[in-house]
């Protein structure tokens, strides 16, 4: 199946609410529609996830953080320019996504995506997409397709069928949480 094709058969699926089995820019992904709180709560049934632990969203553009972000920092934008590895930044005060993504605190991990397959699929989606990795809670995240549990593969809607041969070893994005106030804290390095 071509690329295109795969693009488009994904989006008919988000948009019924199903869940899939997708390449991002980094790893093997979970994901949904991340304004549906019906797939949503497919994902955390999915991973054996306890809803409180957010999980992030990947869009194409960083000019389409401030649909979901009441009010972004400016520090934001520098530290996205200066990322030379793929980073996600937690915001506070998300807006626009299901509320069973949204951390108790209020806040939401974004990342922008660039990847083929990823960021095309966001881009014509033209909806933030649920990324987590492709594994139970708690367990090893999958470097590449052939290590993803069988009981993931079984239990998602739809399975991608581009990239499953491609190995590369991307460590998972640098994670940031961003205040209000500019300050920000590293989660993970």
């Known amino acids: 199946m071509s690329l295109e094709a795969e693009i488009s058969k994904s989006i008919e699926l988000l948009k019924k609410g199903k869940v899939i089995l ?46 979901y972000v009441k009010k972004v920092p400016p520090i934001a934008f520098d530290l996205m320019k200066n990322s030379v590895s793929p980073l996600t930044i937690v915001y506070p005060n998300a807006i626009n996504l299901a509320k069973n993504l949204i951390a108790p605190d209020g806040s939401i991990a974004i990342r922008i995506v660039k990847g083929r397959f990823s960021g095309a699929l966001i881009k014509m989606f033209d909806k933030p997409l649920v990324s987590t990795s492709a594994n139970v809670s708690g367990q090893p995240s999958p470097a590449f397709f052939d290590q993803i549990p069988e009981e993931i593969i079984k239990s998602v809607d739809y399975t991608v069928e581009s990239f499953r041969n491609r190995i590369r070893t991307v460590k998972p994005s640098t994670i940031i949480k961003l205040e209000e106030n500019g300050k920000f804290t590293i989660i993970r390095a």
């Open 22 to 67: 997708y390449p991002t820019d980094t790893i093997w992904g979970i994901g949904c529609d991340a304004t549906n709180s019906r797939a949503v709560q497919k994902v955390f049934k999915i991973k054996g996830r306890n809803e409180t632990k957010s999980m992030i969203i990947l869009l194409d553009s960083v000019d389409k953080i401030e649909r």
